[in-house]
């Protein structure tokens, strides 16, 4: 689970500036899946 959000984490700078509500997306997913 901490690798999968290690990953995510490295890819989110990437993803920010072309798709904001694609970011947004992927964060809701993370928070779900730590809770």
């Known amino acids: 689970m901490k690798e999968n959000v290690q990953i995510e984490k490295a ?4 993803l920010f500036p072309f798709d ?6 992927r964060v809701r997913l ?3 899946e730590e809770i």
């Open 11 to 14: 890819l989110t700078p990437m």
């Open 20 to 25: 904001p509500d694609h970011f947004w997306q």
């Open 30 to 32: 993370i928070i779900r």
